[in-house]
């Protein structure tokens, strides 16, 4: 079955210091990854998807196939980063997302 | 573009009643998708659709759960004869594709009394 495991349910730093979001999974196959970010009172977005191999607001996250990862990076926090975020994974064709229960990104001024 | 269109926004229903909740895709998107997420969890896949086809329900439940969407009109999943352990938030995405980007809406917050 796949799964996809945050986890920190809450992570707190200060702004300024380097982020990282912790995002395991399990699939047997070849999925793609994403990484979707919910900021307060807002609905859920995407932030980014391991194929497109961009950096968005900043963050850059690798998929690392031999410890089955793909961990979310940002050197400087901002505190406009504060949000849900949350880690999923697809199968690559038609299905549904699998989603981890995501992890609480506080940033302290 | 306004979205993906999710309403009511919060739903509050007693034990035993009906539930419908309807999610209009963005403009463009035929495929639509239902994800519930209880208190402290993640999202959880539900069932995915088609215009007027059920691709993939592996995540309903067996019971009292069905969803449709029509030629016309939004997307609506129906709950039936509701317990306290429905209470959570569905949320519906949509996409053009079956290997694009979803968009989420808003979702809709059920709680059962």
């Known amino acids: 079955a796949q799964r996809v495991t945050q986890p920190e349910k809450l992570l707190s730093v200060f702004k300024g210091a380097p982020v990282e979001l912790k995002c395991n999974y399990s699939?047997?196959?070849?999925?793609?990854l994403f990484w979707y970010v919910q900021y307060s009172r807002q609905r859920l977005q995407l932030l980014l998807r391991h194929i497109s191999r961009e950096s968005i607001k900043g963050f850059t996250a690798d998929l690392n196939k031999g410890e089955t990862s793909f961990h979310l990076k940002k050197p400087f926090a901002q505190e406009e980063d504060s949000a849900m975020y949350y880690c999923a994974l697809t199968g690559g064709g038609a299905d549904g997302l699998t989603f981890g229960k995501g992890t609480h990104l506080i940033i302290q001024p | 573009n306004a979205g993906v269109m999710q309403n009511p926004r919060h739903l509050v229903r007693r034990r035993g009643q009906e539930a419908r909740l309807r999610c209009s895709p963005m403009?463009?998107?035929?495929?639509v998708y239902w994800y519930r997420q209880l208190p402290e969890e993640g999202l959880k896949f539900m069932v995915y659709?088609?215009?007027?086809?059920?691709?993939?329900e592996s995540g309903m439940p067996k019971e009292r759960f069905s969803a449709e969407f029509p030629k016309e009109g939004p997307s609506i999943l129906r709950i039936q004869q509701v317990v306290r352990g429905d209470s959570a938030a569905y949320f519906c995405a949509s996409s053009p594709s079956d290997r694009d980007i979803q968009y989420f809406g808003a979702g809709t917050r059920l709680s059962v009394l």
């Open positions: 403009k463009g998107h035929s495929h």
């Open positions: 699939y047997s196959g070849s999925p793609e």
């Open positions: 659709l088609q215009k007027e086809n059920i691709i993939d």
